[in-house]
């Protein structure tokens, strides 16, 4: 079966950076694109990245210019670089996949809790 698995998060100052991570197994993962999500506590999930299976990104507009999604595809996993991170950063990050042609994220991992202090 389909699993993502997130890594890296943590307790990091705000102005810091932090690299999360997401191993892919069960699935094509060349084939499929990747993206993270967020979700503040009392808010409703972010869309914050997408990698395509043909490496073209997209941001969400509150991270634009200090976050960076990357995939590896002989290992499987994505990544999300994350630099001058503020306060309201801070959220589970999720990363989610969707075959390649599809509209529908349709897997998703379990989250990792990214926390910025201020």
């Known amino acids: 079966q389909v699993q993502l698995v997130e890594s890296g998060g943590g307790l990091v100052p705000a102005g810091g950076s932090l690299r999360v991570s997401c191993a892919a197994s069960?699935?094509?993962?060349?084939?499929?694109?990747m993206g993270w999500f967020r979700r503040a506590p009392g808010k409703e999930r972010e869309f914050v990245a997408v990698?395509?299976?043909?490496?073209?990104?997209l941001y969400g507009d509150s991270v634009k210019g200090r976050f960076t999604i990357s995939r590896d595809n002989a290992k499987n996993t994505v990544y999300l670089q994350m630099n001058s991170l503020k306060p309201e950063d801070t959220a589970v990050y999720f990363c989610?996949?969707?075959?390649?042609?599809?509209?529908?994220?349709?897997?998703w991992g379990q989250g990792t809790q990214v926390t910025v202090s201020s």
């Open positions: 990698i395509s299976w043909y490496d073209s990104t």
């Open positions: 989610a996949a969707r075959r390649r042609g599809s509209g529908k994220f349709a897997y």
């Open positions: 069960g699935l094509t993962f060349s084939t499929y694109d």
